[in-house]
């Protein structure tokens, strides 16, 4: 993908996960709410390659700023030339690298037309769906769910749902829309399964459904991410027609050691 395609969603995945506290610094855009989740306590170097001989300032000014918060200095970046000096300047500073992620994207258009009536679509997370996503997904206690979910509902979504036999909520998905999206673009989060419901169908009838609907809504094209190690869900979402477009990873502060006196 080009440089300007890939920078295009990049905003994008901002826009559809969007932190609760949010700091323009130099290019560098500081995210935080209270640790839940990677992406919205991470700085999103937006503009990556700022000049060189300033990246020790803003780097010292990004860890001022989580400090305060007290939360870890974690980098989202991306695979891009764009990020090799900020990468020249972690590498120093001696931050790990975890979380590989896959940016897959997909053109419209479904693989099969009919609607499928057991995919429950609204326009919010209900508990039913929240507490299933956050049984699989979720880190942290019902303080952390609300952030969460403070952080799905900044974003206009459809939420989608599909039940097993016994009418138990089986597997869940999101389809994010940002409103400054530009060419109908929308994004797929969220995408779980009750563990002992698994390799049944449920995933991929999420994903149809949510496919669907962003068609009947306009939308020319998708995005998601998926962890690179995950095997299984990267071969569901390439039968589904979706191709890497990109990666990225995080990476992170090492944690400074407190010397005592023993």
């Known amino acids: 993908m080009e440089h300007e395609s890939m920078t295009g969603l990049e905003a994008l995945m901002d826009a559809a996960w969007p932190a609760a506290e949010r700091e323009e610094s130099g290019g560098w855009v500081l995210r935080a709410a209270s640790g839940v989740t990677q992406r919205a306590n991470s700085v999103w170097p937006r503009e990556p390659g700022v000049d060189a001989h300033a990246q020790p300032a803003a780097l010292r000014q990004a860890r ?34 975890q ?3 896959l940016v897959l994207v997909r053109e419209g258009g479904t693989d099969s037309p009919a609607a499928d009536p057991g995919v429950e679509i609204s326009a919010g997370p209900s ?9 699989v997904d979720g880190r942290g206690d019902d303080a952390a769910l609300a952030v969460a979910r403070g952080i799905l509902e900044r974003c206009p979504s459809l939420y989608a749902l599909v039940r097993d ?31 002992d419901a698994r390799r049944r169908g449920y995933a ?14 306009g939308l020319g094209s998708y995005w998601l991410l998926v962890m690179a190690s ?21 990476r992170q502060e090492r944690p400074k050691r407190h010397l005592t006196g023993c």
Do not use: H, K
Not at 232 to 244: I, T, V
């Open 230 to 250: 995950n095997a299984g869900a990267r071969e569901l979402y390439a039968r589904a027609g979706f191709q890497a477009a990109g990666r990225y990873l995080y």
């Open 127 to 135: 508990g039913e769906w929240l507490r299933l996503w956050w049984s």
């Open 64 to 97: 001022l700023w989580y400090r305060n918060r007290r939360l870890p200095l974690i980098f989202q970046v991306f695979e891009d030339a764009r990020y090799e000096p900020l990468n020249a300047v972690l590498d120093a500073e001696g931050f790990t690298r």
């Open 165 to 195: 036999d016994d009418g138990v909520p089986a597997a869940v998905g999101r389809l994010a829309v940002p409103p400054n999206g530009g060419g109908g673009l929308g994004g797929l989060y969220c995408m779980a399964t009750r563990p």
């Open 99 to 101: 979380s590989e992620t």
């Open 204 to 217: 991929t009838r999420i994903l149809r459904g949510l496919l669907q609907e962003g068609e009947a809504r």
